[in-house]
């Protein structure tokens, strides 16, 4: 009996395929291939930007006073508006060296859990100290800002906050992370999704927060940009921003009409890229009843930021952004050195009118003053244009 292989019937059961198709068909397929990317690549003539991402960084030095974030350049046209919402999640883990020293003594096969009677007697071992600081908590703010055309080249917007922290879901994705060779110094000698904070100054523990905030409103913001000057390729406008202090204080500290002021441009070299950049001034004055670094001094910022605008669909960018210290070099805490952090991401069309936006942004100079890492959400809307 003549053995018959599956791969013998598998082959005799096709049918015979035309030679011409043999002939024409790469050609096909790469016509079928070219003509779906020009169809997703090309840029519609109206798109919803939604701006620049809205980036924060959620150190807990930011939590009370104003932060620098981008502003966009281009104003939206009298009568227009452009609608808002970010949730961003952050992941804060930094301590003072000194600490380091409680991890070597440890036990390595145990993970360290903050107590505050632990922190008070750690205080009471380091009375010299003029500053000692830890942070292991992640937190999460909602921003929705409303911005409004008042006239052809000026734009006014409020942005109201909510905020709180706690122990999170991010220890052991990251704890995962750093374990592929970016080893974190400390990240596995501390309990997982604990929410701890505290400040030790010459001994006495001057600020404690342990267990989760859910929720807490914080100052609403205004910010007025004013264009003027702008033509095919060039965008150069000033922006201003004042905190209003109308919430309560946090743990003794409170906001104190801090502002910002500073020049805003965009630069479109092609008609398919643009580039973003500012430097700001930011005013910081932290009201406080208790001696603490919380009281910092004014800060200096800016970013550069790149967004391809040539798919129909997705809009990439990139944004690198720098902050001045958060403190004073006298309190020895690395807190005072300039500050690196990047925003990469995506802005996704979900109709005519709506954007959807996902940012990844990470501390990227590694000098103790940013949030470890964080993750934002951002759906726009924007007004159609008047016919």
């Known amino acids: 009996m003549r053995r018959i292989s599956f791969r013998h019937l598998f082959q005799a059961d096709r049918p015979a395929r035309p030679q011409a198709w043999r002939r024409f068909r790469l050609p096909v397929l790469a016509w079928f291939l070219a003509a779906g990317c020009r169809a997703f690549c090309q840029a519609p003539d109206t798109w919803p930007e939604p701006g620049p991402p809205f980036t924060r960084d959620l150190y807990p030095l930011n939590f009370v006073s104003l932060t620098y974030r981008p502003t966009d350049a281009t104003t939206l046209g009298e009568g227009r508006w452009l609608a808002s919402l970010t949730v961003t999640r952050a992941n804060i ?79 052991g994705p990251i704890e995962d992370f750093h374990s592929l060779g970016f080893a974190q110094s400390g990240r596995d000698a501390f309990v997982r999704y604990q929410s701890v904070m505290f400040v030790i ?29 702008q ?24 906001s104190d009409w801090d502002t910002s002021f500073g020049p805003v441009l965009q630069w479109r070299p092609t008609d398919r890229q643009v580039v973003d950049g500012e430097f700001a001034y930011i005013r910081r004055r932290v009201r406080t009843t208790v001696p603490s670094p919380f009281a910092m001094p004014d800060q200096k910022a800016g970013h550069v930021g790149w967004e391809w605008r040539g798919w129909k ?26 500050a690196f952090y990047h925003d990469a991401g995506i802005n996704i069309r979900l109709g005519r009118d709506t954007t959807l936006s996902f940012s990844y942004i990470n501390n990227i100079s590694h000098n103790e003053n940013t949030a470890d890492c964080e993750f934002a959400l951002r759906l726009a809307v924007r007004s159609r244009p008047r016919v």
């Open 93 to 171: 883990f930094d301590f003072s060296d000194a600490i380091k020293d409680l991890i070597n003594n440890s036990p390595s096969n145990m993970r360290i859990r903050i107590t505050r009677a632990g922190v008070d007697q750690f205080a009471q071992a380091h009375a010299q100290a003029p500053l000692l600081y830890f942070w292991d908590t992640e937190v999460q703010r909602e921003d929705l800002q409303v911005r409004y055309g008042l006239t052809a080249s000026t734009d006014l917007a409020l942005t109201l906050a909510w905020q709180g922290w706690g122990g999170g879901f991010l220890d």
């Open 201 to 229: 100054q010459y001994g006495k523990v001057t600020y404690y927060s342990q267990g989760d905030l859910q929720c807490r409103v914080e100052d609403p913001v205004l910010t007025m940009v004013h264009r003027f000057y």
């Open 231 to 254: 033509n095919t390729r060039w965008t150069v406008s000033l922006q201003g921003t004042l905190q209003v202090p109308a919430t309560h204080t946090v743990a003794g500290f409170s």
């Open 313 to 338: 669909t997705v809009h990439p960018y990139f944004y690198l952004i720098a902050t001045s210290g958060l403190d004073l070099p006298e309190w020895q805490s690395k807190m005072d050195k300039l």
